[in-house]
Structure formats: C-alpha cells, structure tokens
C-alpha cells in the first residue's frame, strides 16, 4: 500500500474512526478504574479493611503479633526412606484427626481453637 492510498484511506475516515484506537484505550482506562472502585467499595463494606494489618495506621498492632515458629511441618527436601515416611504419615494423621474432630455444622466452626488459631499471649 503506498502512502498516497494510506493518506486518501485516511482522509475518507471519520473522526471517530481515525482516533478509535485512542479512544479504546481510554475506555479501557475508564473500565478499570470502574473495577477499582467497585473493589475497593467490596473491601470497604465486607470489613476486610478493618481486618487488615498491611495499613500504615497499624503498625503498632502489627508489632504485637506473635510469630509462631512452632508449627510441626515436614521438610520439602531431605531422604525419603522409611523412617521419612513414617513421620509424614504421622504428621499427616495427626492433622486428619484434627480436621475431622471438628462439627462442621457446629456453632464453633470458625472459633480460635477450631482453626487452631491461639490468643497472641499463647
């Protein structure tokens, strides 16, 4: 195509057709920052703004939480032989037995011990 088609291509164009690539990525623009509102509003109104400790204006409750180090967890490396087995298996029935000792349609289900969750001065 030469650009003397290109220029009469052009020139028999609207206005609306010769810029319609800037006008996508503005309304482009626009629906995102739809999005973003609607999301922060869903964070606002569900209370997980509340819950959330990443704000600036906790830092002082951020400091008192509790880093629990304890968690019996089993080695991403390491042999795998027999006895690696047997504590993965015991590990394993342990935290089967935990989650199966809980009334899923109890009134406790989401309580601090039911998710084993401990109070920050455990």
């Not at 400790?53 to 400091?63: D, F, K, M, N």
């Not at 939480?65 to 991403?76: G, T």
Request: proline residues 2%.
């Amino acid at each position: 195509m030469s650009e003397e088609q290109l220029i009469a291509e052009k020139n028999h164009l609207g206005k609306w057709e010769q810029h319609k690539f800037l006008l996508m990525i503005g309304c482009a623009v626009v629906i995102a920052l739809f999005f973003v509102g609607v999301a922060l509003a869903l964070y606002a109104s569900s209370g997980a703004a509340q819950l959330d400790l990443s704000r600036p204006g906790y830092q002082s409750v951020r400091e008192q939480a509790v880093r629990s180090d304890n968690l019996d967890s089993f080695p991403a490396s390491g042999q795998l032989d027999q006895q690696a087995i047997d504590q993965f298996r015991k590990l394993y029935d342990e935290r089967a037995k935990q989650a199966t000792s809980i009334d899923s349609f109890g009134g406790n289900v989401m309580s601090d011990d039911a998710l084993s969750i401990g109070s920050p001065t455990q």
